[in-house]
């Protein structure tokens, strides 16, 4: 099935309560779907920063064009604003044209990204004295493990996306061995990035510009700035282009999959004629468009939808742990060995007290870069998820809601009468 992550936790949680479903969903909806506006922002003021100096940058840095009444709009917003509809066109039209596009882009990222990990320890720019991680300081809450908690909290948002492959899995070629290969690959690579990256770029540049996300000044320092600085800027806009194509697509699966399982509206399991679901995808691009006009700050936009996308990993991981008690007998073309359900708990325990304390203390702890605003906003979206199944079942499928759904212990047996 379409759904990837969010729909597993639906099966896993169906039995006990069907409102794990759509909160699942559209949480982790959510989180992908803001990868539009956050990386769109980000190449917005990585163009101006190389090329655009003089132009308003908007917020939460400066004055912009004008004001939204929510954010000051500048040239990055505006930017990231025209990406997200090239991006949702690339989408709306047919998957291959977008993954034609992402073949080639990921190939030219492997260019900055090499640079970024080993050009300081070739150039001799690199040193351990710039590595710090600031916990220590004075004045900190909890000794330093508020600040740490929020920003790992913080960081899942772009750390965890290797579970993307799952939601493509019925469009792979041979599933089980082409999801094996493609989740295996993924998480391989994303944890040789995420040590590599931060100690060779930290380690070369300084915290304080990767701090101020001055990329066009660590390429200056890498490369000595000019023409080799201007075609790397080009490369790094174009790979995070790539996620923005990834994510219209996962995050439009998502909405497809549990809209078929009847989570949510009827309307979300559209398929437009290029066989792709169009209006999944346009629901992206209005609530990015918004999300640029009036947040405008990547860390606003990460903090309001990363309740909801973390959320949807701890009931993903529980539902692990339920389908192997309640379905043993359930055909698993994909195996892992009995001891990663206790290892399953431990990270769900885990999950849950970045998300108390993450979602609980980033507006003291993260620089300010949300608050109250930001809150309701996560809030709101899981609010609605469970408005919009309540409307599918009560409006479109002219029922009763049902609260919990049994289940067969084997796909061979006829589901029990739902109660």
Sequence with gaps: ???????????????????????????????????????????????????????????????????????????????????????????????????????????????????????????GDFSGNNLNNQLNDGGLAWGGWQLAIVWLWLMAWSAWGVDAPATFAPEYKDTVRDTKLALRSAALFSLAVYILLPLGLVGSVGEETVAAYDYVGALNTLVGGGGATDFFVIVICASFIISMNTATADGGRALYGISRDGMTIKQLSVLNRFHVPGNAMTLDLVVNILFLLFIGNIFGILAASNLGYVLSHFFALTAFILLRRDRPLWPRPIRLPNFWVPIAGLLAVLVAGLTVVGFGWFQTAAGGYGGTKEKIIGVSVLAASILLFLFRRIVQDGERPQWREETPATPDEAPAPAV
């Design 1 to 123: 099935k379409s759904g990837g992550l969010a729909l597993y936790a639906h099966e896993g949680w169906k039995r006990y309560t069907t409102l794990v479903g759509p909160i699942a969903t559209f949480g982790y909806w959510i989180g992908w779907s803001v990868v539009l506006s956050v990386f769109g922002l980000f190449i917005g003021q990585i163009v101006q920063g190389a090329w655009f100096a003089g132009e308003p940058i908007g917020s939460p840095l400066g004055e912009g064009y004008f004001s939204s009444g929510g954010a000051e709009v500048g040239l990055p917003q505006l930017i990231g604003i025209g990406l997200v509809v090239s991006v949702w066109l690339f989408n709306i039209f047919g998957a291959r044209i977008g993954v034609t596009f992402g073949y080639l882009a990921g190939a030219l990222l492997m260019i900055p990204l090499a640079l970024f990990m080993f050009a300081g320890y070739v150039n």
